[in-house]
């Protein structure tokens, strides 16, 4: 249990016993004692307590933590307790909030906060790690940094019009706009193209006609019995969703009825489902059965797919021959395809690597870039980006000092926006109500 605030000390520390005096107790220092009821002073349980004092805390408040068994009920009277004390329970994510309006961490660090809890990978989690130390914010407050420069320049320029000339050189302002402001801004906007995929993963969805062995891929890349398989064609009729690791990025499975003509009501739906699930994915695992020829359902499902980022995954290769796979990549033209045997795990890894490079562009192990900007800070890149663009484009065509001014100020804010330093409420409220209470 977490208490913070300025007087998280004095509600805590009667509650422990034996009691202590607040002048000897050490900073950052582990107790051991337990915890009494005051009203009935029965003890109700053996802790280990920390008092940490501002500001050498993670919300730089006076921080005191109780750390008690693990009894769901034990923590609830210790709870209760507190609170009759005069504290309160904590919002979701209320804690990291304090941190970053304390000034110990900037907002792009705060939402690190939460990509580590929720990482799924442990290359997401390096991510999220990197991100939490500060290299984003590292990266951004440089090129504020020149753009502030250049806006006081301009704004010089604006005060004192008789020596324009003598301020702004209009070529050389725009060669240092693109040098060290365009120019980091595409870099970082790669990365987040390089890099998301770790953080937010990719959803791939397997189909083909019923029968071919979607259920044995998906049984045989989770590693576990989730699909049902049979010999009867049409087991699955809706769909299967599992998340996998694929050589560190983490993959939402998608295990789908077999596509094909049929009078059956229910696999009827679950076709219709497969359909809705094939436009929302990233990534097709296109699946036919080598050890017979192809059927037309087969080419259906070949022109439903061709345009998609799509793998051809030709199964039953312990069943069939060369001749019929060679006539398959024939017919299905255009498709990265693997060779594979769901039953007897051969071609798995093969077709791992084929997802791999189909996702992340990359070949070999990848390098995890230093700084991958999350959505929200992509949003604000390109603004400021656009911004950055402008000013450019104004000295270019001698747009007044004082509408590039505007631009500048933009790609400012929106730079601000990143690190915290020009968030809006309305933005903070929505960060933090992804965390959990207790963060």
Known sequence: MKISGPRAIPIALPLLHPSRDLSRLRSHHLYYGSIIDLETEKTLDEVLFTVMRAPRTYTREDVVEIQ???????????????????????????????????GRIDLSQAEAVIEVVTAQ?????????????????????????????????????IDFPEDVE??????????????????????????????????????????????????SLMNRLLQKERSIVTAVPGTTRDFIEETVNIRGIPMRLIDTAGLHDTDNDLEAVGIRFTRQQLDEADL??????????????????YDLVRNRKTILVINKIDLGHNGLVRKIVERLQGLLWVEISALY????????????????????????????????HKVAIEKALTASRNVVEGFGT?????????????????????IGMTTTEEILDQIFSRFCIGK
């Open 68 to 102: 008690a068994h693990g009894s769901r009920c034990g923590l609830g009277v210790i709870l209760e307790l507190v609170i009759k004390r005069g504290a309160r329970l904590a919002e979701p994510g209320e804690f990291t909030k304090r941190a970053f309006l304390n």
């Open 121 to 157: 990978t442990a290359e997401g989690l390096e991510l999220a790690a990197r991100q939490l130390k500060g290299h984003l914010f590292q990266a951004i407050q440089p090129i504020r940094g020149q753009i502030e420069t250049m806006l006081v320049e301009v704004e010089a320029a």
């Open 166 to 215: 003598d301020i702004i050189h209009p070529e050389l302002f725009a060669q240092r706009m693109i040098q060290d402001v365009i120019g980091p801004l595409e870099g970082l906007l790669e990365h987040y193209d390089e890099g998301h995929v770790y953080r937010e993963g990719v959803a791939a969805i397997i189909i083909g006609c019923p029968n071919v062995g979607k259920s």
């Open 284 to 301: 097709v695992l296109f699946m036919v059965d080598c050890s017979m020829p192809l059927s037309s359902e087969d080419v259906q499902i």
């Open 345 to 376: 795990d051969r071609g798995i890894e093969e077709l791992k690597a084929a997802v791999f490079r189909e996702v992340t562009h990359q070949s070999g192990p990848a390098d995890l870039p230093a700084i991958v900007p999350n959505l929200r």
């Open 398 to 418: 001698g747009r007044p000092a004082e509408l590039v001014a505007v631009d500048l100020k933009e790609a400012l804010d929106a730079l601000g926006e990143i």
